[in-house]
């Protein structure tokens, strides 16, 4: 599907998934920002000594407490999650050549020339394709847009 992409007739015409994930991140923004407004306008509050303390205003100084010690209590879990990783060291991933593959799959190291050892082993990408993809593509292609191939997945 993707050299399909690199052909000079292809044009997209939307595409859906940015488009979701564009609003997905307006929707986050705007959530934060709301947020971060009332967590403000509590922390005013909780601040203010007025003579006057009436049950709403008492009520919202302690939900102002609570969210102060969970953010803490939130900052104190991610340096205990950072300073752990720092004493587990990083993450090595494992590269496997044309020499491991060989010596893994017959037991003997006698491949272990410079060779192979400089080629790597790449696994072939799968690309999942659905059937609207492929109505997609048919409909544009020239030979494909009239056959009987095609009718037959509307009925689908």
Same mark, same amino acid.
Request: net charge positive.
């Given at each position: ?6 052909? /000079? ?29 009332? !967590? ?8 203010? !000594? ?14 102002? +407490? ?42 003997? /190291?006698?491949?272990? /020339? ?32 009239? /056959?009987?191939?095609?009718? +037959?997945?509307?009925?689908?």
């Amino acid at each position: 599907m993707d050299t399909v992409k690199m052909d /000079s007739h292809y044009e997209e015409t939307s595409n859906v998934r940015s488009q979701l994930k564009f609003l997905e991140e307006l929707d986050k923004l705007e959530k934060k920002r709301h947020e971060e407004q009332e !967590r403000e306008m509590l922390l005013r509050l909780a601040k203010s !000594r007025s003579k006057q303390e009436d049950p709403e205003q008492a009520r919202l100084k302690q939900k102002a +407490k609570e969210m102060q010690q969970a953010e803490m209590e939130v900052v104190r879990q991610q340096e205990a999650n950072q300073t752990a990783l720092a004493a587990i060291g990083p993450r090595k991933r494992r590269k496997m050549d044309n020499s491991d593959v060989a010596e893994t799959a017959t037991g003997s /190291s006698n491949f272990t /020339s410079a060779g192979n050892a400089s080629q790597r082993f790449q696994r072939q990408r799968t690309k999942r394709v659905n059937l609207r993809d492929l109505v997609f593509l048919m409909e544009q292609e020239r030979d494909l847009c009239r /056959s009987t191939l095609l009718y +037959k997945t509307f009925f689908k």
